[in-house]
């Protein structure tokens, strides 16, 4: 069985940073690891993709065939992505069992918010395969509460649109002060405290509103985890793999099968 996890977050919060690295750290922990590209638009990758939508769809071709400006070709090459998912189901099949990470386009709203990614992943997510999501955040963002609110509450909207088992991280750890990494790990393991620090706060005009949607956020965070990693120094990774391996096979390690 493959376990397909949708890599999905804001753009420049490190999303194939982290595919590129975790597909390391998976492949020296022994899991067969395949890696997906999504995102027709990307020039660069820091990994070179097992299958690839830029064979298919490629945003400068959709540019000039089309005349489009940049944003509309990147909407157009997301949507005709979909033409050609029985190519990419396909290759996928033909991957061994294992993780299969797929690294979504970098603009997260094209695959999150649009009709396209729900089809995607309908088409992708099988009965034979498990299907998570990992939402990427940037940690620089989140020393403010009212930031990290903001940010876990994106994270809440993804889950209710794409309706995945979720794995939440708060990428670029390693860029936070070891006060502000303090700070935010303590609110994430007791958010009451977070909900303390909003009401402290001197924004009289949302006090009402802010204190409704951390209430919100706490019954999220008490399903969804959030781990604190760092994707350049591939940090905390183990807590994201036992987070995700309960998904995939209820905790166990994986273990290769053995063919004669």
């Not at 020296?28 to 097992?50: H, R, W």
């Not at 918010?113 to 992708?124: A, D, E, K, P, Y």
């Not at 002060?177 to 009451?192: G, K, T």
């Not at 919100?216 to 807590?239: C, R, T, Y």
């Amino acid at each position: 069985m493959q376990m397909l996890v949708f890599i999905i977050g804001p753009a420049g919060s490190g999303k194939s940073t982290f595919t590129a690295s975790f597909r390391d750290w998976l492949q020296s922990q022994g899991a067969p690891v395949t890696i997906v590209n999504l995102d027709p638009a990307v020039e660069n990758l820091e990994y070179v993709p097992d299958v690839d939508i830029r064979e298919h769809v490629f945003v400068r071709e959709v540019l000039e065939e089309y005349g489009l400006g940049p944003n509309g070709a990147i909407i157009a090459a997301v949507d005709m992505s979909i033409e050609h998912l029985p190519s990419l189901d396909r290759s996928i099949d033909d991957a061994p069992e294992g993780y299969v990470l797929i690294d979504t386009p970098g603009q997260m709203e094209l695959f999150t918010f649009r009709q396209s990614g729900g089809i995607i992943i309908n088409s992708l997510c099988k009965p034979s395969r498990r299907c998570a999501s990992v939402f990427i955040l940037d940690a620089s963002l989140s020393s403010d509460p009212y930031n990290l609110v903001s940010q876990i509450f994106l994270a809440a909207s993804a889950f209710y649109r794409l309706r995945l088992p979720l794995v939440v991280l708060l990428n670029k750890m390693d860029v936070l002060s070891d006060a502000d990494r303090q700070r935010v790990s303590e609110w994430l393991s007791n958010p009451e405290m977070l909900e303390e620090e909003i009401s402290r706060m001197p924004r009289d005009y949302d006090a009402h509103f802010s204190r409704s949607v951390t209430r919100l956020l706490l019954d999220f965070l008490d399903i969804i985890p959030v781990v604190m990693v760092s994707a350049k120094k591939s940090q905390n990774f183990e807590e994201v793999y036992f987070h995700l391996q309960q998904i995939y096979m209820g905790g166990e390690d994986f273990e290769l099968t053995v063919r004669d």
